[in-house]
């Protein structure tokens, strides 16, 4: 049972009060090996130079959408790889091989979340160049994967306006987890009760420091700031 979140995928612990310690020790452990690989790939990527982010969000938020309209805009610009992490099926690598870049799928059975572990074989190989920019699609869970570092330069949590604005008030330890928001979906927000400078103001609330862009996929609005944002993220990345 993964310690962070219950879920079926690490060890199995009984209901019993003298199981606390131990599982506060297994989660420990299991926590540390994973920053340890984590480090690793860091290492490994900032010796070639690529820009790795941890892109994480509830299930239906867009990530695959983003990133398809993400590699097409980039086609030809800048090499893009990506990395998609989910329990069951090879749907979302196949989605963005067709729309240009080389992708490796990790399914994760009853696992809530990737880890720097598998993350590490999935990276030798994709073998992404040098001055790449590599995209790691997380399962999608807004609990376990702000727990886990797999070696990124940041994560960026996706927030679609059909989910609610109270989000980053529920799962907090996500959006203080992560240096960028990406409020989805924005074409959508004539039709739906949100409102996203109460969003804003609730992210900032657990992270005061996190960015926010607002996107849509569909209508390209925010498009263009992302894609500065991820320019700028490799150039930084490349010196």
């Not at 506060?24 to 820009?51: H, M, P, T, W």
């Not at 994480?56 to 030809?76: F, I, Q, R, W």
């Not at 804003?200 to 607002?214: H, K």
Request: net charge negative; with cysteine.
């Amino acid at each position: 049972m993964c310690t962070t979140c219950g879920c079926e995928d690490h060890v199995h612990e009984h209901e019993h009060d003298h199981s606390h310690a131990r599982r506060v020790s297994v989660e420990e452990d299991i926590l540390a090996k994973n920053n340890r690989y984590a480090a690793d790939n860091r290492r490994r990527l900032s010796a070639r130079g690529i820009f790795a982010l941890n892109l994480v969000s509830s299930p239906g938020a867009g990530k695959t959408t983003l990133l398809v309209k993400t590699v097409e805009a980039l086609a030809g610009r800048l090499p893009v790889a990506v990395i998609e992490g989910d329990q069951q099926t090879s749907l979302d690598a196949e989605r963005i091989r067709a729309a240009g870049a080389p992708a490796i799928q990790i399914n994760t059975g009853k696992g809530c979340h990737l880890d720097a572990h598998g993350v590490g074989h999935a990276l030798e190989d994709l073998a992404p160049p040098k001055g790449a920019l590599l995209m790691i699609e997380n399962v999608g869970n807004l609990v376990c994967p702000a727990d886990f570092d797999l070696g990124e330069a940041h994560k960026v949590v996706i927030l679609s306006v059909t989910e609610g604005e109270d989000k980053p008030l529920k799962y907090p330890n996500m959006f203080r987890a992560a240096d960028l928001m990406i409020v989805h979906k924005t074409d959508l927000l004539p039709h739906v009760s949100f409102d996203v400078d109460k969003c804003i103001a609730y992210a900032r609330r657990a992270n005061p420091a996190i960015e926010v862009l607002r996107v849509s996929s569909t209508s390209g609005e925010g498009m263009s700031e992302w894609l500065g944002w991820l320019a700028r993220g490799v150039a930084e990345a490349r010196a």
